[in-house]
T-cell receptor, first 112, second 114 residues
Framework: GNSVTQMEGPVTLSEEAFLTINCTYT??????LFWYVQYPGEGLQLLLK?????DKGSNKGFEATYRKETTSFHLEKGSVQVSDSAVYFC???????????FGGGTRLMVKP | DTEVTQTPKHLVMGMTNKKSLKCEQH?????MYWYKQKAKKPPELMFV???????INESVPSRFSPECPNSSLLNLHLHALQPEDSALYLC?????????????FGSGTRLTVV
């Protein structure tokens, strides 16, 4: 069946550190891939997306590349800020049923 | 307008109460969704409306009753809830049921059942 696996958190980093949050998925076909971010006390916001293999989504300094060969969509940022502290969800949009499937979420804590 | 607006932001209700959650969007999106999110968990899909018709019901108990009066509004009627139904309820919308451009989420209603 379809599933998505994210690295477990919390991930604690110092300001300006490099961030990687791993995401892998299993799916029939080739889903569109999304990262959503949830700041404390808020709903989810679309952070970035990629719709086909080798596409790179980017926004606010975050990047993720659609890797078909490894079925992965790892989130990266070169220099995190305290304001990036949030929960990040990887979410493939599976072809079957066209529903977002959320990973378990990864909490990022950035310390000054 | 690029937002999904949910009201109320917070709700406390007793197990015998009847209440409703409301969701509104004016982006012309034709698919709308209800999700339930427990603390430190990802959102779980409850219902999907496409062109104002219920297209997916993820085996949600009947004490939750969705309603889509028009293309801009989505309600969730609550009756005889249990304490374990306490959660953040999120509404989302997308241009169509394909959702290829992504979903827009509201800020949610934090529900506490006492």
């Amino acid at each position: 069946g379809n599933s998505v696996t994210q690295m477990e958190g919390p991930v604690t980093l110092s300001e300006e550190a490099f961030l990687t949050i791993n995401c892998t998925y299993t799916a029939t076909g080739y889903p569109s891939l999304f990262w959503y971010v949830q700041y404390p006390g808020e709903g989810l916001q679309l952070l970035l997306k990629a719709t086909k293999a080798d596409d790179k989504g980017s926004n606010k300094g975050f990047e993720a590349t659609y890797r078909k060969e490894t079925t992965s969509f790892h989130l990266e940022k070169g220099s995190v800020q305290v304001s990036d502290s949030a929960v990040y969800f990887c979410a493939p949009l599976m072809n079957a049923g066209n529903m977002l499937t959320f990973g378990g979420g990864t909490r990022l804590m950035v310390k000054p | 307008d690029t937002e999904v607006t949910q009201t109320p932001k917070h709700l406390v209700m007793g197990m015998t109460n009847k209440k409703s959650l409301k969701c509104e969007q004016h982006m012309g999106h034709r698919a709308m969704y209800w999700y339930k999110q427990k603390a430190k968990k990802p959102p779980e899909l409850m219902f999907v409306y496409s062109y104002e018709k219920l297209s997916i019901n993820e085996s949600v108990p009947s004490r939750f009753s969705p309603e889509c009066p028009n293309s801009s509004l989505l309600n969730l009627h609550l009756h005889a809830l249990q304490p374990e139904d306490s959660a953040l309820y999120l509404c989302a919308s997308s241009q169509d049921r394909g959702g290829w451009s992504g979903y827009t989420f509201g800020s949610g209603t934090r529900l506490t059942v006492v």
